[in-house]
């Protein structure tokens, strides 16, 4: 999965990514709690008004970084960080205040029709996923310092770091300007919502939304700013994953969870640049500008998956 997230990014022309403990011989507790500490060190790198974006080995990015810094500039209320948005408030129990109290969810009360936020399959994106997160540099190193101290003080350590960010979340989304992804305009998750993506080659201005439990349409204008601008647009005729509740293009999908596991492979073979996959990666191999920073080491596309099957 982490050589097909670092070819989605390089194919889409990301800066070259700077990968956290490759390779770490850490136990699978401490790896996980790497997710918090682990960006302490990319931290003093980072610039105040740099956009990071930091991700999951299991993230395919879709849509190019234009688009996203667009998307991420543009909002209607202006936000510091921006985290996934999820169907399932995990691990934390339903109980606590991490699940409860959040802000609700943007989305209509009727989106998926009388199933909504009954049903399972049609929850509301409301819970924070830990998987994909983006904002400002110095917003970013403030947010994961505090999380830092919060994992130190919390015995005994937790096995997953997604209950800890949901509490971060949860603590400090008024004061701090958090937001979750309602609408999957950045990153669309996959628990519980494999039915809710469809993949088109055909998307369009006039696209519109496609609830089928819904007696009314959600009336949200499909984003493709950045991508159909011009006539000659290479992104006309591009097969790209389409949340059809939201009328959303996420720039990225996460391949979460059991849902997600199962999907993986059919939805590789669906992202738009699958048919072009071996001319791409005999480029990549040959390019020594293609690849990433592992820590403060360069490493080709060669060194990191240059013996990896895409395939």
């Avoid at 909504?116 to 924070?128: E, H, Q």
């Avoid at 089928?212 to 984003?223: A, C, E, G, M, V």
Wanted: proline share 5%; hydrophobic share 35%.
């Amino acid at each position: 999965m982490f050589c097909r997230s670092l070819f989605s990014a390089l194919v889409n022309k990301y800066p070259p990514p700077t990968i956290i403990k490759l390779n770490d011989k850490s136990t699978a507790e401490e790896s996980e709690l790497n997710k918090i500490t682990g960006f302490s060190s990319i931290a003093d790198s980072l610039k105040a008004d740099d956009l990071v974006i930091y991700v999951a080995h299991d993230v395919w990015f879709q849509l190019p970084p234009e688009v996203v810094q667009l998307r991420f500039e543009s909002m209607k209320k202006k936000k510091n960080v921006v985290w996934a948005a999820d169907k399932e408030c995990w691990p934390n129990h339903w109980s606590s205040k991490a699940c409860n109290w959040i802000p609700d969810s943007t989305l209509p009360t009727d989106i998926y029709g009388n199933k909504t936020d009954v049903d399972k399959l049609c929850y509301r994106p409301r819970w924070l996923n830990s998987g994909a997160v983006l904002g400002r540099g110095d917003r970013m190193k403030k947010m994961f310092k505090y999380a830092t101290t919060k994992l130190s003080r919390t015995t005994p350590p937790p096995t997953t770091t997604q209950g800890i960010l949901a509490e971060v979340f949860q603590e400090r989304y008024k004061q701090e300007k958090y937001v979750l992804d309602y609408e999957s305009e950045f990153i669309q998750t996959m628990t519980k919502s494999v039915q809710d993506v469809m993949w088109s080659n055909d998307l369009h201005e006039g696209t519109l939304s496609s609830s089928p439990l819904s007696t009314r349409q959600y009336p949200k204008k499909i984003d493709l700013r950045g991508l159909l601008d011009e006539t000659n647009s290479p992104w006309r005729g591009r097969n790209l994953a389409w949340n059809r509740i939201t009328n959303s293009v996420p720039a990225a999908i996460h391949l979460n969870g059991w849902d997600g596991e199962k999907i993986v492979e059919p939805s590789w073979t669906k992202m738009w640049w699958f048919d072009e996959l071996l001319e791409i990666t005999e480029k990549m191999m040959k390019d020594e500008k293609a690849g990433a920073w592992v820590g403060e080491t360069w490493k080709s596309w060669n060194d990191l998956c240059g013996e990896i099957s895409l395939f």
